[in-house]
């Protein structure tokens, strides 16, 4: 699908978006690939965006062609307010959804999705979403709304190191068992797997920083980076670290990358909790 900064373009609408199917329960797919708001009851517009980005290739409805343009303004990649429980609750039941992967924020979601692809997998054909939460402070929250006591879908999560005990704290109050492993990633029988230090720094070191520059020059970011090593708080940091702070410096570099560093990774040094919390749910 042709896209303008993550939204279907409007110009040269998907093929598949186009196709009609029967018993979708949020309204109309257009020939746009999207949706006309006044369908999407009790949502707000950030869970019509987040709807129309996850559910168009899903071929899930079987209707007209309506859209409204004030729901389909093109928006930078992130970052973006991430979806509440109960608007996460409306868009799995929209998608018909079998199992979640929550993750702390959009850069999670574009790695997890862009390594499925690269798996041969389709999550939304296997009725998976990957479920950005806004940090591991709220996964209480989303797994009482969407795990055993809620909507019943399997879950399996993807954190920071650093917040692996809160989430082991906040799925015990939701009332799944949680893990007692002390191996951080594999030990994670709760299906909840943790990033060492994060996301970024697991891929970049995967990657390696050569590769991780050659990935920033391809993209024209390369010059940038050059005068970001420049400022004075980045002399003396070794690269490693001045390339994950970087990724973080501007709104949507970290999304973009998350996907585009797992675009360049072998298949084989793909960290392991990436690929746990994909396995954890597969049909």
């Given at each position: 699908?042709?896209t303008?900064?993550?939204?279907?373009?409007?110009?040269?609408?998907?093929?598949?978006?186009?196709?009609?199917?029967?018993?979708?329960?949020?309204?109309?797919?257009?020939?746009?690939?999207?949706?006309?708001?006044?369908?999407?009851?009790?949502?707000?517009?950030?869970?019509?965006?987040?709807?129309?980005?996850?559910?168009?290739?899903?071929?899930?409805?079987?209707?007209?062609?309506?859209?409204?343009p004030?729901?389909?303004?093109?928006?930078?990649?992130g970052?973006?307010?991430?979806?509440?429980?109960?608007?996460?609750?409306?868009?799995?039941?929209?998608?018909?959804?079998?199992?979640?992967i929550?993750?702390?924020?959009?850069?999670d979601?574009?790695a997890?999705?862009?390594?499925?692809?690269?798996?041969?997998?389709?999550?939304?054909?296997?009725?998976?979403?990957?479920?950005?939460?806004?940090?591991?402070t709220?996964?209480?929250?989303?797994?009482?709304?969407?795990g055993?006591?809620?909507?019943?879908?399997?879950?399996?999560?993807?954190?920071?190191?650093?917040?692996?005990?809160?989430?082991?704290?906040g799925?015990?109050?939701?009332?799944?068992?949680?893990?007692?492993?002390?191996?951080?990633?594999?030990?994670?029988?709760?299906?909840?797997?943790a990033?060492?230090?994060?996301?970024?720094?697991?891929?970049?070191?995967?990657?390696?920083?050569?590769?991780?520059?050659?990935?920033?020059?391809?993209?024209?970011?390369?010059a940038?980076?050059?005068?970001?090593?420049?400022?004075?708080?980045?002399?003396?940091?070794?690269?490693?670290?001045?390339?994950r702070?970087?990724?973080g410096?501007?709104?949507?570099?970290?999304?973009?990358?998350?996907?585009?560093?797992?675009?360049?990774?072998?298949?084989?040094?793909?960290?392991?909790?990436?690929?746990?919390?994909?396995?954890?749910?597969?049909?």
């Amino acid at each position: 699908m042709n896209t303008f900064r993550g939204f279907p373009d409007t110009t040269s609408p998907d093929p598949q978006a186009v196709q009609t199917h029967r018993g979708c329960p949020t309204g109309h797919l257009t020939r746009t690939g999207l949706l006309h708001r006044r369908q999407i009851t009790g949502g707000s517009r950030r869970l019509r965006a987040f709807v129309i980005r996850s559910l168009s290739p899903l071929q899930s409805c079987g209707h007209d062609v309506t859209v409204d343009p004030s729901a389909t303004t093109p928006r930078a990649p992130g970052p973006r307010p991430p979806l509440d429980p109960h608007s996460a609750r409306l868009l799995l039941s929209a998608a018909k959804a079998r199992a979640a992967i929550l993750v702390e924020g959009w850069s999670d979601q574009a790695a997890l999705e862009a390594l499925a692809r690269r798996r041969g997998r389709n999550l939304r054909a296997e009725g998976v979403v990957v479920v950005p939460i806004g940090g591991a402070t709220n996964v209480q929250r989303f797994v009482q709304a969407l795990g055993p006591n809620g909507l019943g879908v399997q879950l399996a999560g993807l954190c920071d190191v650093a917040e692996l005990a809160h989430v082991r704290r906040g799925l015990a109050r939701a009332g799944v068992a949680a893990s007692t492993g002390t191996d951080i990633v594999a030990g994670a029988d709760d299906g909840f797997y943790a990033c060492d230090a994060d996301l970024e720094d697991e891929l970049i070191r995967a990657l390696g920083t050569a590769a991780v520059e050659r990935v920033l020059e391809a993209e024209g970011d390369l010059a940038s980076f050059r005068r970001f090593q420049d400022q004075p708080a980045q002399r003396g940091r070794d690269l490693h670290a001045q390339l994950r702070r970087f990724l973080g410096t501007r709104a949507g570099r970290k999304v973009r990358y998350g996907a585009l560093l797992v675009d360049a990774l072998d298949l084989d040094r793909v960290p392991l909790a990436l690929d746990l919390a994909l396995a954890r749910v597969r049909g």
